[in-house]
């Protein structure tokens, strides 16, 4: 069903993929900065979800099955989930790989090490997504301490993958 703030998010980012082709077509050779505005554009917005999930899975832990607070999480890891970080995790795999085809970054030792930490943001998303699933099902068995270490997998890779891309340091 599509929520409101689900139609929102959907309008905003259709927006801004149109925006983004529009000027990309408008100013041809300049294309490539706007794959890359909207490249950090995507990951913003996926980094967001991806630090605040957790969060909210250590609140959910401490609401009691099935009263209204927990079924009010339920509602929230929901929709950030299908609302932004999957879009916006799919945003960015398809520009960045954009941006590496057309840049020839392939190619080099720092976008080879940034890629492997990708794969694993990836992964950590994969097993968020999973417990969002758990947390829904009333299935979660993680003490709050656990979403606390979890919290910090996205933060650590987010701070390795930056300074790679922006340093280039091999
Ligand atoms: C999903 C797969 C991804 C691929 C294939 C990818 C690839 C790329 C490429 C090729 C560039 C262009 C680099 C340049 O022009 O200098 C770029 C830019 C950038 N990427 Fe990614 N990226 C991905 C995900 C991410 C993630 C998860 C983050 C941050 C957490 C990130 C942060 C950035 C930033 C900040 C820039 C702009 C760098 C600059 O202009 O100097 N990327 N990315």
Avoid at 125 to 130: M, N, Q, R, T, V
Avoid at 158 to 170: C, D, E, T
Wanted: proline residues 4%; hydrophobic residues 55%.
């Amino acid at each position: 069903m599509i929520s409101s703030p689900a139609l929102r998010a959907g309008v905003a980012l259709s927006l801004t993929a149109a925006g983004a082709l529009l000027g990309a077509a408008l100013v041809g050779q300049r294309a490539y900065d706007w794959i890359k505005a909207l490249h950090v554009i995507a990951i913003v917005s996926w980094m967001a979800g991806m630090l605040y999930l957790p969060r909210l899975f250590i609140y959910h832990c401490d609401a009691e099955t099935g009263s209204k607070q927990s079924e009010t999480f339920k509602v929230m890891e929901g929709r950030l989930l299908r609302v932004i970080i999957n879009p916006a995790m799919i945003f960015a795999w398809v520009t960045g790989l954009w941006l590496a085809w057309q840049s020839g970054f392939y190619k080099a030792g720092w976008f080879h090490g940034k890629i492997l930490l990708v794969l694993l943001l990836s992964g950590a998303h994969g097993y968020l997504s999973a417990n969002v699933r758990a947390f829904a099902e009333d299935r979660n068995l993680k003490s709050p301490r656990h979403w606390r270490i979890v919290n910090e997998v996205p933060t650590v890779l987010m701070i390795g993958i930056i300074v790679l891309v922006i340093v280039k340091p091999f």
